[in-house]
Structure formats: C-alpha cells, structure tokens
C-alpha cells in the first residue's frame, strides 16, 4: 500500500495539542495530597527524604483545623558495628555502623496538654543504598528481652504482624504501658494513639572497593549476613537502641508530669466552683449553673466541670508555623462545642 498522504492523515487522525508544562506550586500542591514528605541530613551522606505521611484521622473537632498531616524525623546517633568472621570469610571489609532516625507520629507537639499513648514500635532496616532490606528474624526476636522495658516506663514489648501497615517490611512491636495515670482516669476522653517508626540506616565505606561491582557485591554481603552482624553486635546495637527509645519516651514522660501539674490545677479550680455554688445562698444563680451545664445536682455538676475543663485543656492549641497547614474553618460542630463549653 502507498503510503497515505499528509492531507489524508490530518484527516484520519483527530487534531493533538501539546499541553503545556505543569505548574510546580500547583504540582507540588497536587502530590502532597497524596504524601508528605521530610528531608534528613546524615553526616558524610546525602540528604534523605522520608515519607512521613500519617494516617492517624483526627478528632471531628480538628479534621478541618490544625492538625499536623506528617511526623518529624529526628537524626539519632550513629554506631560503629563489627564485621563477623563468617562475613569477612566472604568478602566482606571496610567500616561499618549505623545511622539512626525516629519518628513519632501522629504529631501532637501544637497540643501538649492532649493525652497520648505510644502502642508501637516499628524498626525498618535500610542497606548502605538506601533501600529497605528484610529484617533479620533472629535478632528482632530476642530483643524485647534485651531492652529495659522499666526504664522506658513500659510494661512489655511484644512482636505483632506487620500486615496493614503503612512499612511492610518493618518488624512490628506491640507497646504495653503500665496502669492508667490519673489524666486517663479522671477523663473519659481517649488518648491518642501514637507509633515510634525507628529507622537503621547502615554505612559501610570500603576504601579497596571503589567499583560499582564490588560496592553491589558488599551490600549484597551485609544483606545476606545482617543478622550475623547485629547478633555479633549485640550488646552495641541494644544500648544504642535503648538510649534511642530513652530519649523518646523521655518527652513523654515529661509531658505526663506536666499533665499532673495541670490535672492538680485543675482539682482546684474544680473544687472551688463547687464550693461558691454549693454555699451560695442565690437560688436562681445555683439553678443557672445547673442548667448551664445540663446537670440536676452539684455531684453531677462536679463530674460534669471537671470533664469540661479537661477537654478544654487538652486540646489547648500552640501555634507552631512547621507543624501544620491552615486548612478549612472549623466544624460547625466543634465551634458549637467551644461555645457551650466556655
């Protein structure tokens, strides 16, 4: 067949337009909706991006306000590791260690007086090219009774299945926390669940192997002999996990403590509006209180108070700019909520 003249294929195909470029703003707007993302530098490498993205809904009061959409990652320590004999019968040489970075999410940092509770812990291992790697069952088995659990103000740590969450490769910890404290007892609302995600970034720099093949051939080396390396390591590798979890759970330790402070404080204010309504002599300011707070009886009216003022101190906000970005107006309901409450 001839070939189709240009007239003729004008007419067969319908008119193309080439579009033009894409906005980055709008861009950068579109793909944040569908992940979020936090830069890291670590010492003597390129910077990392994380995704930080939370799927943490939160309350109906805020799902139209402020609330943090992602975590932000703190650089940890980094720790030299030893490489095993069986390792270095294969190939493998230079230096090796470990680079760590936590992130607790959801964020709660614009609220420090809401009520929080840490239920996992989730470790993700990455290779010297950044790229996750199977965990090592051996080592991840045992470590739960490696750590102390009562230093971190934790009951036990348990392994659980990774199924469904946001790292699948990760190895998976179910936090159990000691009793109740008081600000849990005294409200009925619920804490907010938070995850510690620990990342292992490992490093090995092998100043004899500088071609590509090698450098593939020693990740391949530190994959294949990862729990080696960190059963080898063990004592290492638990002070630095520990000292990793210490300073996590010593923020939320000291928000616990100013949470009493602030629970204290409250008993008082409390206590005394019970007593200037109980002692007053004016029925018609007493019958007000009552009704106001849609109560028959000051025993009623004392547990209605306190859960009022509890749930107005918790989600006490503290404009922090890095945290979150202003979205809709508030939910009617909540600004509804506010009013009655104040």
Not at 28 to 53: E, N, Q
Not at 76 to 91: R, V, Y
Not at 119 to 132: E, K, M
Not at 178 to 207: K, T
Request: charged letters at 20%; aromatic letters at 6%; hydrophobic letters at 35%.
């Amino acid at each position: 067949m001839s070939k189709p003249k240009p007239s003729s294929m004008e007419s067969l195909l319908p008119r193309m337009r080439w579009c033009s470029e894409p906005d980055p703003e709008e861009l950068s707007s579109f793909t944040d909706l569908v992940k979020r993302k936090k830069k890291v530098a670590l010492p003597d490498r390129s910077s990392l991006i994380l995704d930080v993205t939370c799927r943490t809904e939160p309350p109906l009061c805020l799902r139209a306000g402020r609330w943090c959409q992602g975590g932000h990652p703190v650089l940890g320590g980094t720790w030299p590791l030893s490489i095993p004999p069986q390792a270095m019968d294969q190939g493998l040489f230079g230096d090796l260690s470990v680079q760590f970075v936590t992130l607790l999410s959801p964020c709660v940092e614009q609220y420090p007086n809401l009520t929080t509770k840490l239920t996992r812990i989730q470790l993700l291992v990455f290779g010297p090219s950044n790229v996750p790697v199977s965990s090592p069952s051996g080592f991840f088995q045992t470590l739960p009774a490696a750590l102390d659990c009562q230093e971190l103000g934790l009951e036990r740590l348990s392994r659980s299945s990774s199924k469904g969450l946001q790292h699948s490769g990760a190895t998976v910890y179910t936090v159990e926390t000691e009793n109740r404290d008081d600000s849990e007892q005294e409200s009925s609302l619920s804490p907010v669940e938070q995850s510690l995600l620990l990342f292992f970034f490992l490093q090995h720099c092998d100043p004899f192997s500088s071609q590509l093949a090698d450098v593939l051939a020693s990740e391949v080396l530190i994959e294949r002999h990862l729990d080696d390396i960190l059963s080898n390591n063990r004592q290492a590798v638990t002070a630095a996990l520990q000292t990793e979890l210490s300073n996590t759970m010593k923020a939320q330790n000291n928000k616990k403590t100013n949470q009493k402070k602030l629970l204290s404080a409250a008993d008082v204010i409390v206590s005394s509006t019970i007593s200037i309504i109980s002692c007053s002599t004016n029925l018609d300011f007493r019958t007000t209180c009552l009704n106001h707070m849609k109560v028959c009886n000051t025993r009623d009216l004392s547990a209605s108070l306190r859960e009022t003022l509890w749930r107005v101190t918790s989600w006490k906000f503290v404009p922090r700019s890095r945290c979150y970005t202003p979205q809709k107006e508030q939910h009617p309901e909540c600004e509804e909520q506010t009013r009655r409450e104040m």
